[in-house]
């Protein structure tokens, strides 16, 4: 589990920006407007963020953003690195376009870099560097 003040920094790509369409597979329809942010496998064991392959700890984050726009919302950490209960994503829980709307709003581009920093173990805040 996070420890409160942990943080780390995640850059941007194509993929995150535009989740639901920029896709290599066929296993869904292409949705647009959704969006994700990467733990790199680093963070994702420094940080302790596991998936469901963990059940003694819980998967879904409070969240807010530093420029207001969202607050109280939820995300949830899922993928696996390849020690498999570690994380590999953050997205809405229950919303893939919660980040997607954020990223719209900030403007996000490729290569952007967003701080991810836990305010408490299950609770955290994003900002646009």
Known sequence: MPTTGQHFITILKQAHLEWGSH???NTRGIRY???YLQI???DAYNCEIT???EPARSQIYNFSTSDGFITNGRLK???NQAQEKYAKQFHGDGN???LGD???HIDAQIGDEIEIKFISPADI?????
Do not use: C, M, V
């Open 40 to 42: 790199p496998a680093s």
């Open 33 to 35: 407007g959704e969006g």
């Open 96 to 98: 893939l376009q919660l």
């Open 125 to 129: 805040l994003l900002t646009k560097i």
């Open 77 to 79: 950490a899922s993928g």
């Open 23 to 25: 896709r290599q597979t």
């Open 102 to 104: 954020w990223f719209y």
């Open 51 to 53: 998936n469901d392959k």
